[in-house]
Nanobody
Framework: QVQLVESGGGLVQAGGSLRLSCAASGRTFSSYTMAWFRRVPGKERDFVAAIDRSGTSTYYADSVKGRFRISRDIAKNTMYLQMSSLKPEDTAIYYC?????????????????WGQGTQVTVSS
């Protein structure tokens, strides 16, 4: 498995921006589809965005399309989530995850490796 560590969370005003990072170590970074999920306390973990092994294809939840951008730097073993036009409803703990095989955005269990999460709070 790959080990994942998120960073970059914090408090931001509505309309502001944040960039999350996910540093990977262990197994070959480029072997994994990488994704971001988020969770509000008391609710299920929701898919936010994913990027394929090569970084060519990206996928987004409808709620963040046009505002968030996922990317990866294979040389640095790091994935990013650039978040813009943030809304209070984006407030959550954000997790990065890695999938070695087939994955579905509705099935977090397809992702075998997870980071510890980073808190993002958007004030109105």
């Amino acid at each position: 498995q790959v080990q994942l560590v998120e960073s970059g969370g914090g408090l931001v005003q509505a309309g502001g921006s944040l960039r999350l990072s996910c540093a990977a170590s262990g197994r070959t970074f480029s072997s994994y589809t990488m994704a971001w999920f988020r969770r509000v306390p008391g609710k299920e973990r929701d898919f936010v965005a994913a990027i394929d092994r090569s970084g060519t294809s990206t996928y987004y939840a409808d709620s963040v399309k046009g505002r968030f951008r996922i990317s990866r730097d294979i040389a640095k073993n790091t994935m990013y989530l650039q978040m813009s036009s943030l809304k209070p409803e984006d407030t959550a703990i954000y997790y990065c995850a890695a999938a070695a095989g087939y994955w579905d955005p509705s099935r977090p269990s397809d992702f075998g490796s997870w980071g510890q999460g980073t808190q993002v709070t958007v004030s109105s």
